[in-house]
């Protein structure tokens, strides 16, 4: 069975700190892992992606960093903002998507 | 642009009742489509996927079905609701750029089931 195992489930961080949030992957028929990023009564929003032969992707704040040997990858949030506290889902690709279980992110002023 | 459509954005059913949530894509053709559901405070769940008109893979069985009557329509349904049916449906559709497929969900349907 697919899974994709996602820690923390939840996390708190002050602003300006760096957020992280870690996943594991089993299958590795998997060919590509985004983030997405839901807000409350929101649908889930694409936030980065990656796909397994690159190590790392950063787009402005946000990064992710793939290891493809440990099946493992991680999303750092830096100078992390109140207006970044959502529940994140990463994602594993292969016909259709494979969610972790999700992190509840709540950056404090 | 594309855009997608979810309706209704919240629906309250009584168990053993019957289900139709639909999905419409705008500005795209021959999308793929998926349906998922959220539990509270969960992640989501796979349920169906459409490659093309009539054509339906089920994820998980249960007493969901799902059907594409056009290329750009989904419908969830089912025919006698269960109070486990309760959750967040989202709709999805991806496209296929530089290798790598994207998925872009809908704004959801909360379904409480009572």
């Known amino acids: 069975q697919q899974q994709v195992k996602q820690s923390p489930q939840s996390l708190i961080v002050q602003k300006g700190g760096i957020s992280i949030i870690n996943c594991a992957y089993e299958?590795?028929?998997?060919?590509?892992f985004p983030w997405y990023q839901q807000f409350p009564g929101k649908g889930p929003a694409l936030l980065i992606a990656i796909r397994p032969d690159v190590s790392e992707k950063k787009e402005g704040r946000f990064t992710i960093s793939f290891n493809k040997s440990a099946k493992q990858f991680s999303l750092h949030i830096m100078d992390s903002q109140p207006g970044d506290s959502a529940t994140y889902f990463c994602?594993?690709?292969?016909?259709?998507?494979?969610f972790g279980g999700g992190t509840r992110l709540m950056v404090k002023p | 642009s594309q855009t997608i459509h979810q309706w209704p954005a919240t629906l309250v059913q009584p168990v053993g009742s019957p289900l139709s949530l639909e999905c419409t894509v705008e500005g795209t053709s021959n999308p793929n489509l998926y349906w998922y559901r959220q539990a509270a405070g969960r992640g989501l769940q796979l349920l169906f996927y459409s490659v093309g008109i009539g054509q339906i893979s089920s994820e998980v069985p249960q007493n969901l079905s799902a059907s594409r009557p056009q290329d750009r329509q989904f419908i969830l349904s089912s025919k006698k609701l269960l109070l486990s049916d309760s959750g967040f449906y989202l709709c999805?559709?991806?496209?296929f750029g530089r290798g790598q497929e994207t998925q872009y969900f809908g704004p959801g349907t909360r379904l409480l089931v009572l």
């Open positions: 994602a594993a690709h292969r016909e259709g998507l494979t």
């Open positions: 999805a559709w991806s496209v």
């Open positions: 299958n590795t028929a998997f060919d590509y």
